[in-house]
Nanobody, 113 residues
Framework: QVQLVESGGGLVQPGGSLTLSCNVSGSSDISSMDWYRQAPGSQRVWVASLYNDGSRAYVDFVKGRIKISGELPEKTFYLQMNSLKAEDTAVYYC????????WGQGTQVTVSS
């Protein structure tokens, strides 16, 4: 059974940085690792992806501030977030695609002074 566990969320001041981690177990054939976020009262939206060919993709509103990294064989990937803004406040979810999509439980990121 594929399981994903996120960590690294918390409270950070505007302009600060935070790195989220996602540890994946139970899967050996992952085609992509993704991060999504869901702000209060909003739908879950895609943030970034890391593909098994090493390529990366980001949603426009985070480009230049967020970096996805990781190694598929190690099954751990990260979301490094810099210059955080209040509007980045959300529950962040990791997801992997291995025939079907598997989700983590989410980790809260709150950007506030």
């Amino acid at each position: 059974q594929v399981q994903l566990v996120e960590s690294g969320g918390g409270l950070v001041q505007p302009g600060g940085s935070l790195t989220l981690s996602c540890n994946v177990s139970g899967s050996s054939d992952i085609s992509s690792m993704d991060w999504y976020r869901q702000a209060p009262g909003s739908q879950r939206v895609w943030v970034a992806s890391l593909y098994n060919d090493g390529s990366r993709a980001y949603v426009d509103f985070v480009k230049g501030r967020i970096k996805i990294s990781g190694e598929l064989p190690e099954k751990t990937f990260y979301l490094q977030m810099n210059s955080l803004k209040a509007e980045d406040t959300a529950v962040y979810y990791c997801r992997v695609f291995s025939a079907i999509a598997y989700w983590g439980q989410g980790t809260q990121v709150t950007v506030s002074s």
